[in-house]
């Protein structure tokens, strides 16, 4: 009886034999598959014979392979669907944001530094915040992965970002210019990273 999960699973073999490399381009070519088949079975044919059809539309490893080469270099790393490109421009923007927010705080820390015998409400804020900034370049390592719990780590960050701009508004009623990019950053990462209804559904 034909099995779609150990046919793919020969097939991404075939691939890497014929040196399609993994896992980002094969995982790509994989999720065209499995498009694909769908299509097919939706067209109304049987599963092996949807299986069939996809690979060939697919194509074979050395054609493949030669395609990923024609497009490798600068441009290919930002990949080659829209979702793998804002993991990826969103996950070095977030890593470059915190390593400089959290270099920066620790040399002030650094400067100043001395044992206390007890913290105070700033020290522990600032020792959160120190928290998040490790989390956030964990986080956007994940985002640039395409793994979903970094993407959540980033919302989180994000939107906890909008509430203290929003806070530093209301308490010091100033807004400097750099805090508004940053705000319109925070924005834009809740916008891009937002689940998408494919995801919704598949939950």
């Known amino acids: 009886m034909f099995n779609l999960d150990h046919a793919i699973s020969k097939w991404r073999r075939r691939m890497l034999a014929a040196g399609v490399k993994a896992p980002v ?6 999720s065209h598959l499995r498009d694909e088949i769908e299509q097919q079975r939706s067209a109304g044919l049987s599963e092996t014979e949807a299986y069939e059809t996809a690979v060939l539309k697919i194509g074979e490893g050395g054609s493949l392979k030669a395609e990923f080469a024609k497009t490798s270099g600068i ?3 930002f990949g080659d669907d829209q979702g793998t490109r804002i993991n990826h421009v ?3 923007l977030w890593f470059a944001q ?3 927010f959290l270099t920066t705080m620790a ?9 206390p015998t007890a913290f105070t409400f ?3 804020f600032i020792m959160l915040y120190l928290g998040m900034l490790i989390a956030g370049i964990q986080g956007s ?3 640039f992965r395409g793994m979903a719990s970094g993407r959540r780590t980033i919302m ?3 939107v906890m970002g909008l509430v203290l701009a929003i806070v530093q508004v209301l308490r010091f009623r100033s807004f400097s210019f750099l805090a508004w990019i940053i705000t319109v950053f925070y924005l834009a990462s809740i916008w891009l990273l937002r689940p998408q209804k494919r995801e919704l559904a598949t939950r």
Do not use: Y
């Open 25 to 30: 381009p094969l995982d790509e070519l994989e």
């Open 122 to 124: 700033e020290e522990l």
């Open 75 to 77: 441009l290919a790393w």
């Open 98 to 100: 915190c390593l400089w």
């Open 156 to 158: 989180t960050l994000a």
């Open 107 to 115: 040399m002030g820390l650094f400067k100043n530094f001395a044992l």
């Open 90 to 92: 969103l996950g070095v």
């Open 141 to 143: 390592i994940r985002v």
